[in-house]
Protein backbone atom coordinates (compact mmCIF):
# COMPACT_ATOMS: atom_id res chain seq x y z
CA UNK A 1 0.00 0.00 0.00
CA UNK A 2 0.66 3.62 -0.17
CA UNK A 3 3.43 5.03 2.73
CA UNK A 4 2.64 8.57 4.23
CA UNK A 5 5.47 10.18 6.24
CA UNK A 6 5.25 13.03 8.03
CA UNK A 7 7.44 15.25 9.73
CA UNK A 8 8.60 16.18 12.57
CA UNK A 9 7.20 14.19 14.39
CA UNK A 10 6.86 16.50 17.67
CA UNK A 11 7.15 20.32 17.66
CA UNK A 12 7.27 22.53 20.31
CA UNK A 13 7.34 26.26 19.42
CA UNK A 14 6.39 29.89 21.28
CA UNK A 15 3.18 31.36 20.61
CA UNK A 16 3.51 34.06 17.65
CA UNK A 17 6.31 31.57 15.70
CA UNK A 18 5.80 30.28 12.38
CA UNK A 19 5.73 26.32 11.53
CA UNK A 20 5.81 24.14 8.36
CA UNK A 21 5.04 20.72 8.43
CA UNK A 22 5.66 17.70 5.83
CA UNK A 23 3.92 15.04 4.26
CA UNK A 24 5.52 12.15 2.12
CA UNK A 25 3.60 9.73 0.10
CA UNK A 26 4.79 7.58 -2.47
CA UNK A 27 2.03 6.91 -5.01
CA UNK A 28 -0.02 8.88 -7.15
CA UNK A 29 -3.13 10.01 -5.12
CA UNK A 30 -6.29 11.56 -6.17
CA UNK A 31 -6.95 12.76 -2.67
CA UNK A 32 -4.66 14.62 -0.27
CA UNK A 33 -6.36 15.97 3.36
CA UNK A 34 -4.81 17.44 6.34
CA UNK A 35 -6.95 17.48 10.18
CA UNK A 36 -6.10 19.16 13.28
CA UNK A 37 -6.67 16.46 16.12
CA UNK A 38 -7.81 19.23 18.63
CA UNK A 39 -6.85 17.96 22.47
CA UNK A 40 -10.53 17.00 22.98
CA UNK A 41 -9.82 13.97 20.50
CA UNK A 42 -11.77 16.07 17.61
CA UNK A 43 -10.67 15.64 14.06
CA UNK A 44 -11.11 18.62 12.28
CA UNK A 45 -10.97 19.40 8.66
CA UNK A 46 -8.44 21.56 7.63
CA UNK A 47 -7.78 21.19 4.09
CA UNK A 48 -9.31 19.24 1.23
CA UNK A 49 -5.88 20.00 -0.94
CA UNK A 50 -4.88 16.85 -4.13
CA UNK A 51 -3.14 19.77 -5.96
CA UNK A 52 -2.04 23.44 -5.98
CA UNK A 53 -2.03 25.95 -2.44
CA UNK A 54 -5.02 27.24 -0.52
CA UNK A 55 -4.87 29.23 2.64
CA UNK A 56 -7.77 30.14 5.19
CA UNK A 57 -6.37 32.80 7.62
CA UNK A 58 -2.95 31.64 9.19
CA UNK A 59 -2.64 28.47 7.54
CA UNK A 60 -1.94 27.68 3.98
CA UNK A 61 -1.27 24.04 2.46
CA UNK A 62 0.31 23.49 -0.90
CA UNK A 63 0.69 20.31 -2.76
CA UNK A 64 3.06 19.25 -5.45
CA UNK A 65 1.50 15.93 -6.54
CA UNK A 66 4.22 15.23 -9.11
CA UNK A 67 7.19 15.52 -6.73
CA UNK A 68 4.94 13.33 -3.56
CA UNK A 69 4.44 15.93 -1.10
CA UNK A 70 2.38 18.37 0.71
CA UNK A 71 3.11 21.32 3.21
CA UNK A 72 1.18 22.58 5.76
CA UNK A 73 1.89 26.34 7.00
CA UNK A 74 1.21 28.07 10.01
CA UNK A 75 1.73 31.44 10.89
CA UNK A 76 1.58 33.48 13.74
CA UNK A 77 1.21 30.29 15.98
CA UNK A 78 -1.67 30.32 19.02
CA UNK A 79 -1.86 28.06 22.04
CA UNK A 80 -5.16 26.65 20.60
CA UNK A 81 -3.27 25.44 17.62
CA UNK A 82 -1.56 22.66 19.88
CA UNK A 83 -2.87 19.07 18.76
CA UNK A 84 -1.81 16.53 16.42
CA UNK A 85 -1.42 17.47 12.39
CA UNK A 86 -2.44 14.32 10.44
CA UNK A 87 -1.69 13.93 6.28
CA UNK A 88 -4.39 11.60 5.21
CA UNK A 89 -4.09 10.63 0.95
CA UNK A 90 -6.33 8.22 -0.94
CA UNK A 91 -4.27 6.51 -3.52
CA UNK A 92 -5.11 6.25 -6.79
CA UNK A 93 -7.73 3.77 -7.76
CA UNK A 94 -8.22 2.65 -3.72
CA UNK A 95 -11.80 3.53 -3.50
CA UNK A 96 -11.91 6.50 -1.40
CA UNK A 97 -9.61 4.81 1.12
CA UNK A 98 -7.51 7.11 3.09
CA UNK A 99 -4.28 6.09 4.35
CA UNK A 100 -3.22 8.11 7.36
CA UNK A 101 0.46 9.36 8.58
CA UNK A 102 2.03 9.04 12.11
CA UNK A 103 1.33 13.05 12.60
CA UNK A 104 2.98 16.07 13.51
CA UNK A 105 2.58 16.85 17.20
CA UNK A 106 2.27 20.46 18.10
CA UNK A 107 2.93 21.97 21.23
CA UNK A 108 2.80 26.02 21.55
CA UNK A 109 3.74 27.03 24.28
CA UNK A 110 2.37 30.72 25.70
CA UNK B 1 -26.22 21.16 13.03
CA UNK B 2 -25.44 19.56 9.79
CA UNK B 3 -22.62 17.03 11.06
CA UNK B 4 -21.30 13.43 11.43
CA UNK B 5 -22.18 12.11 14.81
CA UNK B 6 -21.10 9.40 16.96
CA UNK B 7 -22.72 7.39 20.13
CA UNK B 8 -21.69 6.72 22.72
CA UNK B 9 -18.97 8.83 23.41
CA UNK B 10 -17.21 6.47 25.84
CA UNK B 11 -18.15 2.74 25.94
CA UNK B 12 -16.56 0.91 28.79
CA UNK B 13 -17.23 -2.97 29.26
CA UNK B 14 -16.04 -5.76 30.15
CA UNK B 15 -14.05 -8.92 28.42
CA UNK B 16 -15.90 -10.86 26.36
CA UNK B 17 -19.03 -8.80 25.98
CA UNK B 18 -21.04 -7.84 23.06
CA UNK B 19 -21.30 -3.70 22.20
CA UNK B 20 -22.55 -1.66 19.45
CA UNK B 21 -21.50 1.88 18.08
CA UNK B 22 -23.90 4.07 16.25
CA UNK B 23 -23.06 6.68 13.47
CA UNK B 24 -25.04 9.04 11.83
CA UNK B 25 -24.79 12.03 9.36
CA UNK B 26 -27.02 14.36 8.00
CA UNK B 27 -24.90 15.76 5.13
CA UNK B 28 -26.69 13.76 2.10
CA UNK B 29 -23.25 11.69 2.06
CA UNK B 30 -23.33 8.74 -0.06
CA UNK B 31 -20.24 6.87 1.80
CA UNK B 32 -19.79 6.26 5.27
CA UNK B 33 -16.40 4.76 6.94
CA UNK B 34 -15.62 3.37 10.02
CA UNK B 35 -11.55 4.32 10.80
CA UNK B 36 -9.62 2.90 14.29
CA UNK B 37 -7.39 5.22 16.14
CA UNK B 38 -5.07 3.31 18.42
CA UNK B 39 -3.07 4.30 21.13
CA UNK B 40 -0.35 5.22 19.76
CA UNK B 41 -3.06 7.66 17.71
CA UNK B 42 -2.31 5.63 14.50
CA UNK B 43 -5.49 5.83 12.65
CA UNK B 44 -6.64 2.93 10.03
CA UNK B 45 -9.27 2.52 8.02
CA UNK B 46 -11.45 -1.00 8.74
CA UNK B 47 -14.90 -0.15 6.87
CA UNK B 48 -16.43 1.93 4.13
CA UNK B 49 -20.06 1.61 3.11
CA UNK B 50 -21.44 3.14 -0.27
CA UNK B 51 -25.07 3.43 -0.80
CA UNK B 52 -25.24 0.95 1.80
CA UNK B 53 -23.03 -1.38 0.15
CA UNK B 54 -19.60 -2.82 1.98
CA UNK B 55 -16.70 -1.20 -0.55
CA UNK B 56 -13.50 -1.89 1.56
CA UNK B 57 -13.35 -4.79 4.18
CA UNK B 58 -9.52 -3.94 5.54
CA UNK B 59 -8.41 -7.31 7.59
CA UNK B 60 -10.55 -6.83 10.77
CA UNK B 61 -11.18 -9.60 12.71
CA UNK B 62 -15.23 -11.05 11.73
CA UNK B 63 -16.07 -9.90 15.44
CA UNK B 64 -16.55 -7.09 13.98
CA UNK B 65 -19.60 -6.51 12.02
CA UNK B 66 -20.81 -2.96 10.16
CA UNK B 67 -24.54 -2.15 9.13
CA UNK B 68 -26.12 0.17 7.58
CA UNK B 69 -29.93 0.29 7.36
CA UNK B 70 -29.91 3.17 5.20
CA UNK B 71 -27.52 5.45 3.76
CA UNK B 72 -27.72 8.27 6.26
CA UNK B 73 -26.47 5.10 8.90
CA UNK B 74 -23.55 3.17 9.66
CA UNK B 75 -23.24 1.20 13.04
CA UNK B 76 -20.54 -1.25 14.00
CA UNK B 77 -21.10 -4.00 16.38
CA UNK B 78 -18.44 -5.93 18.51
CA UNK B 79 -18.73 -9.40 19.47
CA UNK B 80 -16.70 -11.07 21.81
CA UNK B 81 -14.71 -7.96 23.25
CA UNK B 82 -10.74 -8.44 23.70
CA UNK B 83 -8.43 -6.16 25.41
CA UNK B 84 -6.67 -5.15 22.28
CA UNK B 85 -10.28 -3.84 20.92
CA UNK B 86 -9.96 -1.23 23.11
CA UNK B 87 -9.13 2.09 21.04
CA UNK B 88 -11.03 5.11 19.85
CA UNK B 89 -13.18 4.79 16.67
CA UNK B 90 -14.03 7.08 14.30
CA UNK B 91 -16.79 7.26 11.43
CA UNK B 92 -16.69 9.25 8.57
CA UNK B 93 -18.95 10.41 5.42
CA UNK B 94 -17.91 11.54 1.86
CA UNK B 95 -20.36 13.03 -0.81
CA UNK B 96 -19.62 10.86 -3.19
CA UNK B 97 -20.36 11.68 -7.25
CA UNK B 98 -20.82 13.69 -9.33
CA UNK B 99 -19.67 16.47 -6.73
CA UNK B 100 -16.19 17.55 -7.50
CA UNK B 101 -14.89 17.16 -4.13
CA UNK B 102 -16.38 13.40 -3.96
CA UNK B 103 -14.11 11.90 -1.88
CA UNK B 104 -13.22 14.44 0.70
CA UNK B 105 -14.13 13.20 4.18
CA UNK B 106 -15.74 14.64 7.60
CA UNK B 107 -15.28 12.65 10.88
CA UNK B 108 -17.61 12.48 13.58
CA UNK B 109 -16.40 13.04 17.10
CA UNK B 110 -14.93 9.38 17.95
CA UNK B 111 -16.29 6.67 20.62
CA UNK B 112 -13.30 6.12 23.58
CA UNK B 113 -13.99 2.15 23.84
CA UNK B 114 -12.57 0.79 26.93
CA UNK B 115 -12.23 -3.10 27.63
CA UNK B 116 -11.43 -4.40 31.35
Known amino acids: GIQVEQSPPDLILQEGANSTLRCNFS?????LQWFHQNPWGQLINLFYIPSGTKQNGRLSATTVATERYSLLYISSSQTTDSGVYFCAVERTGSARQLTFGSGTQLTVLP | DTAVSQTPKYLVTQMGNDKSIKCEQNLGHDTMYWYKQDSKKFLKIMFS???????INETVPNRFSPKSPDKAHLNLHINSLELGDSAVYFCASSQGYPTSRYNEQFFGPGTRLTVL
Open chain 2, 49 to 55: YNNKELI
Open chain 1, 27 to 31: DSVNN
